[in-house]
């Protein structure tokens, strides 16, 4: 604004362009160097005092899955399925019985199928 000259105008306002997205780049590289540093400190620490623990957790986990899918091979009832998989709490108890309800129907497709011929 202090010179009246157009050209020079022309050239402070793309110099002040570039020193702008010059400054967005660094921004868009510390940002992407910080998103990929791994993390540093004390949490690495905790994980490795809560390792056992998980990992015993874990291993709890699979066994009452493994005892469930083995008490859904049992059963032959949707209805009787649906209602434990209301009263699931879990992701991967819901996903078991969903899987035998599927299996189920499934069967019971098949079997109507084969009355038919």
């Known amino acids: 604004e202090a010179t009246l000259d ?8 793309s110099a002040i362009r ?7 780049e660094r921004d868009e590289e510390a940002l992407a160097s910080k998103r990929f540093r791994p993390e540093r400190g004390s949490h690495r620490q905790d ?23 083995q008490q859904l091979e049992a059963i ?15 992701y991967e108890e819901r ?5 035998a309800i599927r299996k189920l129907r499934a069967e019971e497709i098949e ?3 084969q009355s038919t011929r």
């Open 6 to 13: 157009l050209a020079e105008r022309r050239r402070i306002r």
């Open 18 to 24: 570039e020193l702008q997205r010059q400054e967005l």
């Open 47 to 69: 994980d490795k005092e809560n390792w056992p623990r998980s990992r015993r957790l874990e291993e709890e986990q699979q066994a009452a899955l493994a005892a469930l899918s």
């Open 76 to 90: 032959t009832d949707v209805e009787e399925l649906t209602k434990l998989l209301r009263a699931a709490g879990e």
């Open 95 to 99: 996903k078991l019985i969903r899987a």
């Open 111 to 113: 079997g109507e199928a």
